[in-house]
């Protein structure tokens, strides 16, 4: 299955342009449906396959009886990434981020009519049901509307649904820059610490040991950036989750995208001893939460989260 035919991209192809391991690729590309995979793992794998163009082997037809006990044979509706309904949802998929893209970088401004739906297929490359159903996407996320006699038009920025995670992930590949980190920050200082607080209420003895170790992790000597920023976001999500607060928990997107976009242009590793100072200033989240010190544990997220805002709005961005 991961071997290269004609050509063809093979499963270590696809994990390195995704950035996830060969096992999950193959769970996600043969759609192992015990799997609990992540939509958005399950998405940009199927991008990267797109873009390299891998085209998995037809499965076989599944067989049903018929009245008279006689074996037939029918295409299957619900077939994975080798049918029909697989691939038109993955074309749908990549041209709906490539569209929205776009948008968000300002390629399409706010109020400018799309094309029709015949050019755009022919832009794209793809059908009109392909075009129609990535439209239906954008229109579902705020930033499309389409009106007879007017066409698919461009909605104004404050329609846009910006807490969606896709849009968020789109809002990234378009492009991040300073004053979009800050407005993430901002709905981090208003949300975080209070979650921080919540934890410090609803905490068990397994949160608080999940909490110290990656406090402990982004404190290794020599950590690599990516190593941290794992270690980081984890940390910052099992807070959210530690708090038991549906609502929170679903501001993971926001969480990843302002925390990931800002470490990439400056990190704590930055300057010397920088990632132990990090790593220290997270403990004492942890440790307040441990306590149950309410306004410890939310002054001391307001404080790291400061920190991250001061250190992506002045320093200069990474190439």
Known sequence: MGRRRSGMPTMNDIAVASGYSQTTVSFVLNRVADQKIPETTRRRIAEAAFALGYAPPAAPPKRQHTRNGQAGK????????????????TFTDSVARKIAVDILSGGRPEGSNLPLDANLGVEFGV???????AMKVLTSKGLLEAKARVGTRVRKRSEWHLFDPEVL??????GLDTRFIQHL?????????EAAALAAQRRSETDIDHLLS???KMAETEISADSFARADLDFHLAVAACADNPFLIAIGALIEISLISSLRRSWPGDVAGGT?????????IATAIATGDCDGARQAMRKVI??????STTRPVHS
């Open 74 to 89: 029918r295409g299957n509706p619900d077939a994975g990434p080798s049918g029909s309904q697989g691939m038109t949802r």
């Open 214 to 216: 990656l406090a402990d």
């Open 169 to 174: 992930l789109w809002q990234a590949e378009a």
């Open 306 to 311: 400061r920190d991250g805002i001061d250190r």
């Open 185 to 193: 920050g901002e709905m981090r200082l208003i949300l975080e610490p």
């Open 276 to 284: 132990v100072l990090s790593a220290a200033d997270h403990r004492l």
């Open 127 to 133: 059908s009109r049901t392909v075009i129609r159903e």
